[in-house]
């Protein structure tokens, strides 16, 4: 279930607002299955995540930035 955080924002020194998403969302984004994205964690592989609750939350904006830094085609992982 999607949430939102207060986030420092570095360039405007202002709090903003993030979008939590949960690992269901971010594999839809993400194309990677929710068993990868786990494998990915337990491994320390994929996305920033925090724990909340006993649930796994990704800040949208740093699985956006993770999906930005892998391999673009042709180039090996």
Same mark, same amino acid.
């Given at each position: 279930?999607?949430?939102?955080?207060?986030? %420092?924002?570095? @360039?405007?020194?202002?709090? +903003?607002v993030?979008?939590? #998403? @949960? +690992?269901? %969302?971010v594999?839809?984004?993400? @194309?990677?299955?929710?068993?990868?994205?786990?494998?990915?964690?337990? #491994?320390?592989?994929?996305?920033?995540?925090?724990?909340?609750r006993?649930?796994?939350?990704?800040?949208?904006?740093?699985?956006?930035?993770?999906? +930005?830094g #892998?391999?673009k085609?042709?180039q @090996?992982?």
């Amino acid at each position: 279930m999607p949430g939102k955080i207060n986030s %420092p924002n570095k @360039t405007m020194g202002k709090n +903003r607002v993030e979008h939590a #998403l @949960t +690992r269901k %969302p971010v594999a839809q984004i993400s @194309t990677y299955s929710e068993k990868t994205l786990a494998n990915l964690a337990a #491994l320390k592989k994929g996305p920033p995540f925090r724990k909340y609750r006993g649930k796994v939350l990704y800040l949208e904006s740093e699985v956006m930035e993770w999906l +930005r830094g #892998l391999p673009k085609g042709g180039q @090996t992982l």
